[in-house]
């Protein structure tokens, strides 16, 4: 006789139909309280509609002025040459767009790439992008390369929507990030860039949760979180 499944994972077998399920209880192979979920998701969700709002309220101007600042930071702390890969990002809702500072890396023989939603509640893909390149819309109608040629990052920037004092990152809310970095055979260079109102105390960070080795601010400050 087959052994049930579980109604609520679909995925743990249990001995038998009493057995209970522990598997839906597991993150990335980890277990997490499903009430401590619960509260910590409500409390990133709200945060994201603060710092969401915040970004509104902000002016053309001084989104280009933040862009500028962390492009002429990055632009030390990442040396652009042939043989390596940067991915980078094509901003919306208001992110730095930091489009200028991937052509210039471009231009100085670095490879560019632009993450790639390929399935929901998956890793990304990384695909090649270059000035100019075509662009079709993605998944959440996000802008991504017309070609798909899928390629390693040496570095990773990663947008943040918040960032706490520990280096952890708030994103859209959907884990790509941390999805995507579990499942690289090495850790690459992770730097976050956001807005100079992104920090928070903390993101109650949760064991999936992958920290940034650097950060870089709308002010043009630069932060290396100790791990
Ligand atoms: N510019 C840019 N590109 C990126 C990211 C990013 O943060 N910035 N991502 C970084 O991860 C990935 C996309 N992540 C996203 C995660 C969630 C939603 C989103 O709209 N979520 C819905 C709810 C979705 C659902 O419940 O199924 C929402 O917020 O309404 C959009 C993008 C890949 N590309
Ligand atoms: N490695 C993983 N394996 C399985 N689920 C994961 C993993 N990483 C994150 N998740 C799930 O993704 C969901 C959203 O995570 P989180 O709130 O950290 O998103 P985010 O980092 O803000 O989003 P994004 O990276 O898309 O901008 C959580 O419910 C979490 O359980």
């Known amino acids: 006789m087959l052994a049930p499944y579980c109604e609520t994972c679909k995925a743990g077998i ?5 057995d209970p399920c522990f598997a839906h209880l597991l993150v990335n192979g980890q277990p997490v309280d499903p009430d401590t979920r619960r509260d910590v998701s409500r409390f990133r969700r709200a945060e994201r509609e603060r710092l969401l709002q915040a970004r509104r309220a902000l002016s053309a101007s001084a989104l280009a002025a933040q862009s500028d600042c962390v492009a002429n930071a990055l632009t030390d702390l990442v040396v652009a040459r042939e043989g390596l890969t940067i991915a980078a990002y ?30 929901k509640n998956a890793p990304v ?7 100019g390149s075509p ?11 017309e070609t798909g040629v899928a390629v390693s990052a040496d570095v990773v920037i990663a947008p943040l929507l918040g960032l706490d004092a520990a280096g952890f990152r708030l994103g859209n809310g959907g884990g790509y990030y941390d999805r995507t970095l579990a499942a690289l055979p090495g850790m690459p260079q992770v730097i976050g860039v956001g807005h100079d109102f992104c920090c928070m105390e903390t993101i109650f960070p949760m064991p999936w ?7 870089v601010l709308g002010d043009g400050k630069v932060i290396d979180h100790a791990h």
């Not at 893909?125 to 000035?131: E, I, S, V």
């Not at 949760?209 to 950060?215: E, R, T």
């Open 14 to 18: 249990m001995k038998s139909d009493s």
């Open 90 to 119: 094509w901003p919306i809702r208001g992110e730095l767009d930091l489009r200028p500072w991937m052509t210039a890396a471009y231009e100085n023989g670095a490879q560019i790439a632009l993450p790639v939603v390929i399935e």
């Open 125 to 131: 893909a990384f695909h090649l992008w270059q000035p």
């Open 135 to 145: 662009m079709k819309r993605g998944i959440w109608n996000i802008p991504v390369p």
């Open 209 to 215: 949760d992958i920290p940034m080795q650097q950060s």
